[in-house]
């Protein structure tokens, strides 16, 4: 399997190996990656081999990444990127199948540049997938995505928690304020609000979540919160990460990565949605989520996100009201794992 990027593109690919494992299950499954992106992969029980490459070092390791597919003679290659890279590493590769993604192009162009929206139905990234694998009679089940995470982690991330004043009979909400495109992001002052919110009312520990290059938003939410909170941005690794969201009673984010892997641990999420729409696949299983977005002709704007808006007002965030995210968020809290501390064996494999 070729994909080899970002975040949440490859844990919507989790569903499908799992789904191939169950057809195949003596069959030898390897997924070829980014480097930057393996650590996603480690911990998953489907896979044989993670093959992963350093992007930044020029076309000989691209070369040499061929050469190991076509020694390999794959029986079935499935391309799950369909970018310059996967094509050239799929193409001539000995393998004796070769199966590719469809993607929407001429749907995803015309709603995105002249508004007409020709898709009849809304099917999320995840299913998509499961196109290329028609030919072999592969279903998706109704497990969604997944991240395994060891007893090491889970142990190590409970114990930073403790560190940082968490107690175990509070809810512990997450805000993740960072996204990979400036119309991605809602106002860091929405965040703040609704943190502060379920801070006073919950009496629930803060924790504001994100990479190192989040860092900047992460830091504008806390220094506009009135009530206490943690800044973990750029402290852990994805899998630490996806341990903080295994531990939390909500995630209330934006359209990114964090989101995706909240939703492996089955941590209800409240997702703000600006630029983009759920025609374009990513919005969150609908299974304990709630999605806050305006009803605006502009949207969608992108079928990835923007640095800018084109219209100049940002409507689609701006418009988003620290009450509806709150209101939405209380009724996740409510139906949901008030973290009466939780079962902290979901979702594992072995210590390693």
Known sequence: IIRLS??????LTTPLVRALRKKYPKSRIDFIIKNEYAELL?????LDNVISFEHNAGFAELRALKKIIKKEKYDLLIDLH???????LRTYSDSGLVLKYKKDYVKRSLLVWMGINRFKTVEPIYARYFRAVE?????????GSELPLTKNIILKIQTELTKSGFKSNQPLVIL?????????????????ETGDYFSKTHKAMIGILGSSEDYVDCESVQNQMRERSVNFAGMFTILESAAILNQSSIVITNDTGLMHIAQTQKTPVAGIFGSTTREMGYFPFPESSFVIEQDLGCRPCTHNGRNSCPKKHFRCMMDNDSGDVIEAAEQLLKAGRH????NYGKNLVSSL
């Open 339 to 342: 973290n009466e501390n939780k």
């Open 42 to 46: 480690s911990t998953n029980p489907h």
């Open 135 to 143: 030919p072999l009679g592969v279903k998706p089940d109704q497990e």
């Open 176 to 192: 993740c304020p960072g996204a990979g495109y400036a119309t991605k992001k809602w106002h860091t002052k929405g965040f703040a």
């Open 6 to 11: 970002s975040i949440g593109d490859i844990v």
């Open 82 to 88: 369909k970018n310059f890279r996967s094509v050239y």
